[in-house]
Structure formats: structure tokens, C-alpha cells
């Protein structure tokens, strides 16, 4: 893992020469989620393709760039698409840009992801705050040899979503009656199939609320460096087994832009109250 540790150093090194700043948040946009740039004062925009070591979105609604710039008066780094473990990357490539965004300074993660709603009481276009998860991908970016420059062998995952910043987001909604929000377990697996009736019941069974194809090696990644995360599901499509009916992206894609105003609101208001520091 030294000539990972030596890859990470190279793309800190690429960008340090372009960005002087040291971030507060970085934030990691998800499918149909990429307009929060829209609300970014952006001081420099880097593709994917021209930094070392990165990986390529695959995925169409996915820029792939990453956004330098200031979010209510905060410095931030936002990746404008994220990467998948069914595009064929490793788990090392997937949480690789988290890696380099703490080396950067980043004091939290912020994610958002479209997830199918599980849970019968979820509808469409709604949030859900993560506040555990379920892991049923195939592997995890700690496997390999332990690189201590960014954490311990066997970090604990008792905690993988920030109470603190979960409680901030609550006093947020508390002031601001127009958005609301539920909390709950989101579960990750592979994709890039959707699941079957039969899989939907299971998922919903181990206790799953939500469920999608990302999310989970960023955190894993962000809780082995001791990096605070908040996390955000936006329901795209409703997983109730016996109301199930085809999806198309286009749909998702629709259900996550009417969400999407929420999210951005959420976001830069919990952005805003991190300049007092929790």
C-alpha cells in the first residue's frame, strides 16, 4: 500500500500547485444531484481526466469534476459525480478522491445519493439523513495492507454518520418548516441491476429503509480517518414489493431534480453553521 499512499501524495501535490486553501467540507454529489455547484462561488473547476491517479465517472449524469470554491462562506472541494463499484473500479479507486480531500484539510464529508425507498412509509422526491448502514457489497477499501499515515487497522463503525451533524441538521429543520426529512438505515450492493421482489423483502427484512449502489466505501473510507460524515438519500423510486413497477434513469433523474432544491437548502444551511465550528 506504500505506492498508494505514494499516488495519493501525487494527486494532492497536482492540485496543492492550482489551490492554495484549506477546505472545510468536502461534498460528494450523487446521480441527478450535481446542481449544488450551481450555488458554489467557484474559484477553479479540475476534470477528473487531468488529475493523477483519478478514475473516469462513467455514469452520464455524472460530470466528473471536482469544484473548488466557497459554499455559504465556507471553503469547499465537491466532486460533481463519484464513482461505482459496477462501473469496474476497485474499492481503493472508488474512495480515493476522500482520501485525497482529507489530505487536503477537509473537516467533513458531506454525501448524497439517490436510493430507492424500502420503507412503505417513504415517498418519492423525499430525503432520508442516513443514520446506519447495511454493507452487501463484495468487498471494502480497507482490505489490503493498513496504511497507518491515515488510519487505525480496525476502525470502529459504531458511529459511521455524524450524530452531531445529524442533530444539526434537526435543529435546521426545526427553524425551516418548508423542507423535512426522514432518518433512517441505508443498505449498499452492487448493482447496476435493480433488485427483485424477492430481494427487495430481504433488504427490507435485515432493516433497510433505503437502498442503492454507492455511499458505503466513502464512508467506510471517511470513518478510517476519523473525518465526520453526514449523509442524504433522496428517494427516486418506490421498492414496495407488491406495488413494484419498472423504472427508467429518465424517472430517476426527474424524481431527484424536484428533491434536489431540499438537499442543496439542507446543505448549505448545515455548511453555514459549521463556520461556528460544533
Not at 480515493?96 to 480531500?101: E, G, H, W
Not at 445519493?113 to 432520508?128: D, I, K, R
Not at 458505503?216 to 414496495?240: G, R, Y
Not at 434536489?260 to 465550528?277: Q, R, S, T, V
Request: aromatic letters at 10%; one cysteine or more; proline letters at 5%.
Amino acid at each position: 500500500m506504500e505506492k498508494e499512499f505514494e499516488k495519493l501524495n501525487e494527486a494532492l501535490t497536482f492540485i496543492r500547485s492550482f489551490y492554495k486553501e484549506k477546505p472545510k467540507v468536502g461534498v460528494i454529489l450523487g446521480t441527478g444531484l450535481g446542481a449544488l455547484v450551481d450555488e458554489v462561488e467557484v474559484e477553479l473547476t479540475i476534470s477528473y481526466q487531468d488529475i493523477p491517479h483519478f478514475s473516469l465517472s462513467t455514469v452520464e449524469s455524472h460530470a466528473g469534476k471536482l469544484i473548488f470554491g466557497k459554499l455559504s462562506g465556507q471553503n469547499v472541494i465537491v466532486m460533481q459525480g463519484r464513482f461505482h463499484y459496477y462501473e469496474g473500479y476497485l474499492m481503493k479507486q472508488i474512495v480515493f478522491p476522500v482520501r485525497v480531500m482529507k489530505m487536503l484539510g477537509i473537516e467533513y464529508l458531506f454525501i448524497s445519493n439517490a436510493a430507492g425507498a424500502l420503507n412503505p412509509q417513504y415517498g418519492l422526491s423525499e430525503l432520508m439523513v442516513l443514520e446506519d448502514h447495511i454493507n452487501l457489497l463484495p468487498s471494502n477499501p480497507l482490505i489490503g495492507k493498513n496504511i497507518p499515515a491515515l488510519g487505525i487497522r480496525f476502525p470502529d463503525m459504531f458511529e459511521p454518520y455524524s450524530s452531531k451533524l445529524i442533530q444539526l441538521a434537526d435543529e435546521i429543520i426545526q427553524q425551516n418548516h418548508n423542507i423535512e426529512f426522514h432518518k433512517g438505515v441505508y443498505v449498499s450492493v452492487s448493482g447496476p441491476n435493480l433488485e427483485t421482489r424477492a430481494e427487495y423483502r430481504y433488504l427490507r427484512t435485515i432493516g433497510a429503509d433505503a437502498v442503492g449502489m454507492s455511499t458505503v466505501p466513502e464512508v467506510i473510507a471517511a470513518v478510517h480517518m476519523n473525518l465526520p460524515v453526514f449523509a442524504v438519500s433522496v428517494l427516486t423510486d418506490l421498492c414496495q414489493p407488491e406495488n413494484i413497477k419498472p423504472i427508467t434513469l429518465e424517472e430517476v433523474l426527474a424524481a431527484a431534480a424536484e428533491a434536489e432544491p431540499k438537499m442543496a437548502f439542507l446543505f448549505k444551511e448545515m455548511i453555514k453553521k459549521l463556520g461556528f465550528n460544533l
